[in-house]
């Protein structure tokens, strides 16, 4: 969080409880009536102020590559619209309206047999109510409860701003809210450890400021540890744990990569020499900003015992040649397109947060992180200097 801006509050969510009427539409291409009962869902919807028009359903991209892989569609027919199929087990879920929105996707939900009703807003897809199964109504109790903490902990910016609080102060208070918020997903676990939602919420609220043994502990009490939220919870504990022994003065762990050029990339291609190894992404605003410190401090150094090396944790390709070739960056680039939660090379140096970067002497060790702007170049001038 950059503490001199505002929380940004993921989920205002506005949760309505009254009942609605929900008339499914019959002649959606979708009904069948060979389709068992116990292992289907039914999805009865009404969309406000959109007459006609496609909904589309999908769940949740483990890939990362979009933010939706849909499952299937249905026509809007007077404002109603109708799902029906077989689920072989419970989704993480949400709608989408094919119309050219800021914000065309629905909070999730967990899609599971049996009946859901919907009801959606076409000026409002994110306030949209969704009345489902226990474990979507847990989700939605639990981001009530996130959002009030997160009010609550925002009003201390403009505290601060007044000069009634300090600096100081609200740095403290920004660590009881971790904690607290690290509290809220311990309990979302111990009450609920054999729900999918439990582990979604907590993979989509990690922060590296959650504590390893607290991660642990929620680890530990998921019940079902072999889907994809729970192994990148686990991927996050091992990240965290290797940030530990990526301190200075540590040893830097073993890679061996390829490049952008398909040269194989080791420890060993550096031996004898200084490197920094920048880690960064193409949809990283705080990336390409530092890329041109980045680029002076190439041009400076390169001659005089300096290697440098980026690795991108970009998933597409040509986004992430794109931003090579736009941002002039001309030293080694490797990226594996496996995104930060499968980067073998990000997790073993524990990044957390992008940009990150580590200088490593010629002996292989730590010596400097995170180097930024005008300490960029001072920082290398020093070491580089020195011997």
Known sequence: ????????????????????????CSNNKHISNNVKSANTYFIQGKIENMDSGIVFLGTYDTTQKGALIFLDSAKILNSYFYFKDQLSKPLISRFKIKDEHVWPYSHYFVLDTGTTNVKLF???????????????????AFNKKLHDLEVSFDSNFSLRDKGIISADSLAKLEKAFYNKKSGLLLQQVKTNPDLLVSAFIVKNNLNYEIEIPTLQKIYNLLADKNNYYSRSILNYLNV???????GIGSQAPSFDITDNNNQKITNETFKGKYLLIDFWASWCPGCREENPNLVDAYKKFAGKGLEMMSVSVDVNKQRWEDAIEKDHLSWIQVCDFKSVDS??????????LIPANFLIDKEGKIVAKDLSGQDLVKQLQRFLEKD
């Open 1 to 24: 969080m950059e503490k001199n801006k505002k929380l940004n509050l993921r989920m205002r969510l506005a949760l309505f409880y009254s009942a609605f009427l929900i008339i499914s």
């Open 122 to 140: 076409k000026d409002s897809m994110a306030n949209s109510v969704i009345f489902a199964h226990k474990s979507t109504e847990q989700y939605n």
């Open 240 to 246: 965290l744990i290797a940030k530990t022994k990526t």
């Open 343 to 352: 980067n073998k090379i990000a997790r073993d140096f524990g990044i957390t």
